[in-house]
Each structure stands twice: as C-alpha cells, then as structure tokens.
C-alpha cells in the first residue's frame, strides 16, 4: 500500500464519519455545532503504516479518551492548534516520530494541520490534548 493509498483511505474514513454524524444527528444552526476535527496519528517514519484517527466533535465533546479537554484548548485558540500554549515537559531524547494531522472545521473556518514531532512527549506538549486519541 502506497502513502497515497493510506492518505485517500485515511480521507474517506473522515468523509464517511462526518456523513454518519450528519445523517444522524438533527439539524442545529449554532456555530458549535458546526466544530469537528478528523484528528491522526502515524507512528513512524513516512513509509509506516501504523495510523490511527478519530473524528472529535465539540458539542458535547466526543470523539476520542480526552475530548472534553481538547474541546476546552481549541475554543481557546478558536480551532488554532499551533495556538494551544506549549508544556514544561521532561521528555527522552529518543526519536520514536509521530505525524500528527488535523482537518475539519472550526467556527465555520477550514482547519488543516499536519507536523511530525521527535515522539509522543513532544507531540503532546505542543498540541495538548487534541491528538490524545486514548485516554
């Protein structure tokens, strides 16, 4: 399976969540409503196929094991994931690289965010909360 192969599944997934979201859920006309992240990781180098995603949603926050506060960081930033104020944290010097992705919507803006980080501690103390896809 080729990059391209990954990123066009990796896009219909998202396509697919937010068809389901919308088929299911009433029609509601507040901006809130309208924010959502498709948000990924792929551990590895750029040929890895070792990805996962979820498709956080903000009102009520769900979608992945920290989304109340990933919620809570990206109405902070107004869906500005390089704005979310970066961590005091002690991490390895191991490069283990994760590539962290975002698109969606945010106040009825387009979001798209892609960056690979040395490994998860750096990720995470860039970014918050968003990419915790497990709790």
Not at 58 to 64: A, E, I, T
Not at 66 to 92: M, S, W, Y
Not at 112 to 119: S, V
């Amino acid at each position: 399976m080729t990059h391209t192969t990954h990123a066009v599944r990796g896009g219909l997934l998202a396509a697919l969540a937010l068809l389901t979201v919308g088929a299911s859920a009433p029609a509601r006309t507040t901006a809130a409503q309208s924010d959502w992240l498709y948000v990924s990781l792929t551990r590895g180098d750029a040929r890895s196929f070792d990805t996962s995603g979820a498709l956080l949603l903000c009102d009520p926050p769900h979608g992945h094991g920290r989304a109340a506060q990933a919620c809570v960081e990206l109405r902070e930033t107004g869906g500005d994931i390089t704005r979310i104020p970066h961590k005091n944290a002690v991490c390895t010097q191991i490069y283990a690289p994760v590539r962290a992705t975002a698109v969606g919507r945010w106040n009825g803006r387009p979001v798209t965010f892609e960056q690979t980080f040395a490994n998860g501690c750096v990720m995470t103390a860039r970014t918050g909360a968003v990419f915790a896809l497990s709790g």
